[in-house]
Each structure stands twice: as structure tokens, then as C-alpha cells.
């Protein structure tokens, strides 16, 4: 079942400033090559435990964590993949049933 809301995703990093702010741009890109609205916010892990996002994403070392912070979180090495990035949510909000 698609979502009735727009979607929340948090890009994580250490700091919450440089790796997820690049993160963000290419996630919002991801999101809309495959036609996905959301509100993508980039942020801290600290600040990101305290938040109830649909979907988190960010490196390993993030991700590892704050996993049970949502449904979704998806791990990724390259930053500026939007291709990578973009299969990689389709195939997650797919599972969820979250895409139209």
C-alpha cells in the first residue's frame, strides 16, 4: 500500500553537516528519477535517535547505529551513486509497499 503522506528520510553522518548534506542532494535526485516525494533532512546521528523517519540512510558506521530507527535503512559507500542509490530505494520501498 503506497504511502497517504510524503515521505520522511533522514541522511546521516557523523557531524551532520558535509557527507550528509552531499548525501541529501543525491538522495533527493534518487527519489525523483524514480517519482518518489519526500522530505529529505540531513543530519547528526546524535539528533537522528531522537527523530521517527521512514527511512535513514548513510554510511556503515552510521547505519550500524541507529538500524532499528526505521523501517527502512539503506547503507551506502559512494555519496555522489545516485543510480546505485535510486535502485536501492526502489527495491526498499517496494518491500514496504510504499511505491505506487
Given at each position: 500500500?503506497?504511502?497517504?503522506?510524503?515521505?520522511?528520510?533522514?541522511?546521516?553522518?557523523?557531524?551532520?553537516?558535509?557527507?550528509?548534506?552531499?548525501?541529501?542532494?543525491?538522495?533527493?535526485?534518487?527519489?525523483?528519477?524514480?517519482?518518489?516525494?519526500?522530505?529529505?533532512?540531513?543530519?547528526?546521528?546524535?539528533?537522528?535517535?531522537?527523530?521517527?523517519?521512514?527511512?535513514?540512510?548513510?554510511?556503515?558506521?552510521?547505519?550500524e547505529e541507529i538500524?532499528?530507527?526505521?523501517?527502512?535503512?539503506?547503507?551506502?559507500?559512494?555519496?555522489?551513486?545516485?543510480?546505485?542509490?535510486?535502485?536501492?530505494?526502489?527495491?526498499?520501498?517496494?518491500?514496504?509497499?510504499w511505491l505506487a
Amino acid at each position: 500500500m503506497a504511502l497517504d503522506r510524503q515521505l520522511e528520510i533522514l541522511a546521516v553522518c557523523g557531524v551532520g553537516m558535509g557527507s550528509s548534506l552531499m548525501l541529501k542532494m543525491t538522495a533527493e535526485d534518487a527519489l525523483r528519477s524514480i517519482g518518489v516525494d519526500a522530505r529529505v533532512e540531513n543530519t547528526d546521528v546524535s539528533t537522528a535517535r531522537g527523530m521517527s523517519p521512514d527511512v535513514v540512510i548513510g554510511q556503515g558506521m552510521h547505519t550500524e547505529e541507529i538500524a532499528d530507527l526505521a523501517p527502512v535503512v539503506i547503507t551506502i559507500s559512494d555519496f555522489l551513486d545516485k543510480e546505485g542509490l535510486a535502485a536501492q530505494l526502489r527495491d526498499r520501498l517496494g518491500e514496504q509497499g510504499w511505491l505506487a
